[in-house]
């Protein structure tokens, strides 16, 4: 009994160390103020000289956001394009990750060791080397080039295409290995039933596969969209000028204009915004296969 | 075992707590601009004094100051642009200089301490490093075959909205600075450079917005290799930047050619400036360095190697020609007249400016 108390508290203790605590944290410089000082906020709670305890919280960060529409666009910009990646994620990982679940054991480790070899490689580097590859004068144009399909070469950096391709590449295994783990538990056993009974393997898929494969799809999806719609670095690096995402406002909030307390609110209504909302569906649904 | 691992633990203890009471520890937390040193700089340091560089780089003063601000960076000497200087030494941000274990303060150029001491009152906390100018570094064989007559020593290359337009296939860049794009702008079309009024702001994206169209990105440090290879032609940058792009394209031998303009209407003049944070955990080893960066041989080798002015008047003697009569590097004294200081802003001024940047990059 003793060590089931312990067992579930170890993931709560983990939840409230690494992201209760942070939280706290940021929210806590969301409700103050900023000023010119280190660290650049007013603090909050203040003991007077006779143990009285002042504290200073206010919103107007908060309401802040609401004033300028640019917070609003770059949330909705964000959802729009990491909406967009994931549903290429899905569209490319999951043939993969059906084929993988569909060969041999043998095969099967070598292609997932090939799916989770790329991160055996700086992320930053793999993002430096598609610049290499999409410039004016990098390996596609050269060759589209040398080809003669085009006259000049296509712009493919500093625009979103080149955005998207940075996040549908950068995240893909996120999408291949939960899909992965559902399809290999899938009875094959299953599907034999259904060509016997005279099913067609495409209706087979649809009304056996798909179906029986859709909590991978979801988790697959969730861990590509997430970290998508916080993404500062593709953007930066891939993106052009007008790419205007919720990372790049945060990091101006943050860096340019110096506001620590408007950069939080910023985070913090991300939180609320696109990730609560997503992981209580997600609870919701779970509960109820669970039922 | 349990016992010898103890015996172990305890004289580890001791001799931690014997070095810290005796004297500073045998390193020192560099945080520097990357490529603004020379190769053997630090080695040569590391070698007279033994102590232990950590070396570290940034590429924005903005990442900088958020570590300063933050508190407990861990950093003994940094160097930031001396706008930022100005504000970080309102927050409490650096340590005051111990004038007495820098020997070499005479070598300092007086000139500069004076415009320096501009952002920090009778220079107490900030040596001055390296300065430059921002202005625009551009591809000089594809500007003649576009555009014969291009203004090459103006500003118009930038900002005259039909001039860009006519070289816009080419690739032109601007700094992601906007305190600096704002100033420069704003001596061109007259302004004062360090005006924090809502209307010049208004200005500043009235203007902007006509030249957007054909502006490729805005970035502070990818137009060096851009510029080299030939990806673009037109990037305002900073001079020692645009420099070793000029540099890079010579040593790549494509046949590109790399020419840097100081505008005859006047552009930004910086300085950067090596400073002690408040919380430095070595500061002893701190000043030993910085009288070092100080040495007229050392700073011109620096020189030599990035292509900046120093602002070590003692250094020149030691300066190559090559570098010292270069008028990009060292300009002449009537184009010296020309360049105006960026100021720290208010933070009000900074918002206002910050979200016309913005809505003048992404069109919201």
């Given at each position: ?5 312990f067992?579930i ?14 939280f ?6 969301a ?47 964000s ?6 990646s ?24 070598v ?11 700086s ?10 590859i999409?410039?004016?004068n ?38 291949i ?61 891939l993106g052009g ?12 909030e ?38 | ?39 053997d ?31 407990n ?28 274990r ?14 320096v ?14 300065w430059?100018t ?33 070289l816009a ?22 302004r ?31 137009n ?7 990806e ?12 070793i ?10 046949g ?43 700073a ?7 292509f900046?002015?120093?602002a070590n ?8 020609d090559?570098?010292?009569?270069d ?9 010296k007249?020309?360049l ?10 900074t918002r ?13």
């Open positions: 009994m003793r060590w089931r108390t067992a508290a170890v993931p709560y203790l983990w939840l409230l160390l690494f992201f209760l605590a942070p706290a944290i940021v929210l806590k410089i409700l103050s103020e900023a000023m010119l000082a280190r660290p650049p906020y007013a603090p909050l709670f203040e003991w007077g000289p006779d143990g009285s305890l002042a504290v200073r919280a206010s919103l107007q960060n908060f309401l802040f956001l609401l004033r300028d529409d640019l917070y609003w666009k770059a949330y909705l910009n959802a729009r394009i990491a909406l967009i994931t549903a290429f994620c899905l569209i490319l990982g999951y043939p993969v990750a059906y084929g993988i679940a569909r060969s041999s054991p043998t095969a099967r480790t292609l997932l060791m090939l799916v989770i070899l790329p991160f055996w490689t992320f930053l580097l793999r993002v430096y080397a598609w610049i290499g999409l410039k004016n990098g390996p596609i144009n050269n060759m589209l080039l040398a080809i003669g399909i085009i006259d000049e070469p296509i712009t493919m950096m500093q625009t979103d295409f080149a955005v998207y391709v940075g996040i549908v590449y950068a995240y893909l295994p996120f999408m290995l939960p899909l992965f783990a559902r399809l290999v538990r899938i009875d094959h056993t299953l599907l034999e039933a259904a060509a016997d009974l005279g099913c067609r393997p495409l209706r087979a898929f649809l009304t056996v596969t798909l179906p029986l494969s859709l909590p991978g799809i979801v988790a697959g999806s969730l861990l590509v969209f997430i970290p998508a719609v916080g993404e500062f670095v593709i953007p930066a690096l000028p007008d790419t205007l995402m919720i990372g790049r406002v945060l990091w101006d943050f860096f340019a204009n110096r506001d620590w307390p408007v950069a939080s609110a910023v985070a913090i209504a991300a939180l609320f915004l696109l990730v609560i909302p997503i992981t209580v569906f997600q609870r919701l649904r779970a509960d109820q296969e669970g039922a | 075992m349990l016992r010898k691992l103890m015996t172990g633990c305890a004289a580890f203890i001791l001799i931690t707590a014997a070095g810290v009471a005796s004297a500073e520890e045998m390193v020192l937390n560099v945080y520097n601009w990357s490529d603004y040193i020379a190769e700089t630090i080695a040569d340091f590391e070698e007279r004094t033994g102590i232990k560089v950590n070396y570290d780089v940034f590429d924005s003063n903005e990442v900088l100051e958020a570590k300063l601000l933050a508190g960076s861990g950093y003994d000497v940094v160097v930031p642009a001396a706008s930022f200087l100005e504000r970080q030494i309102m927050a409490g941000g650096f340590a005051r200089l111990d004038r007495s820098l020997g070499n303060w005479g070598n300092l150029d007086a000139t500069i301490l004076e415009r001491a501009a952002h920090d009152p009778g220079n107490e906390h900030a040596v001055p490093y390296m430059g921002t202005g625009f570094g551009y591809n000089v064989g594809k500007v003649e075959a576009i555009m014969s007559d291009a203004p090459t020593g103006s500003w118009r290359m930038l900002f005259d909205p039909d001039v860009v337009a006519e296939d080419c690739g032109v860049t601007l700094l992601d600075a906007p305190t600096e794009v704002f100033a420069n702008l704003m001596g061109y079309l007259g004062d450079p360090n005006s924090e009024s809502p209307e010049d702001v208004e200005l500043f994206e009235e203007h902007l917005s006509k030249i957007r169209p054909h502006i490729r990105y805005f970035h502070s440090s990818q060096i290799n851009d510029l080299a290879n030939g673009i032609c037109v990037a305002m940058g900073w001079s020692g930047d645009m420099l792009a000029r540099d890079r394209a010579v040593e790549a031998g494509q590109v050619e790399i020419a840097y303009t100081i505008p005859e209407e006047g552009a930004v003049i910086w300085f950067d400036n090596l400073a002690i944070p408040s919380d430095a955990p070595h500061p002893e080893n701190a000043h030993l360095f910085l009288d070092y960066m100080m040495e007229a041989e050392v011109a080798a620096i020189s030599n190697y990035v900046y002015a120093n008047g003692a250094s020149l003697p030691y300066v190559d090559e570098v010292k009569s008028p990009s590097i060292y300009p002449s004294d009537a184009v007249e020309n105006f200081a960026d100021l720290a802003d208010s933070p009000a001024f206002l400016l910050t979200r016309a940047w913005t809505r003048v990059k992404t069109g919201q």
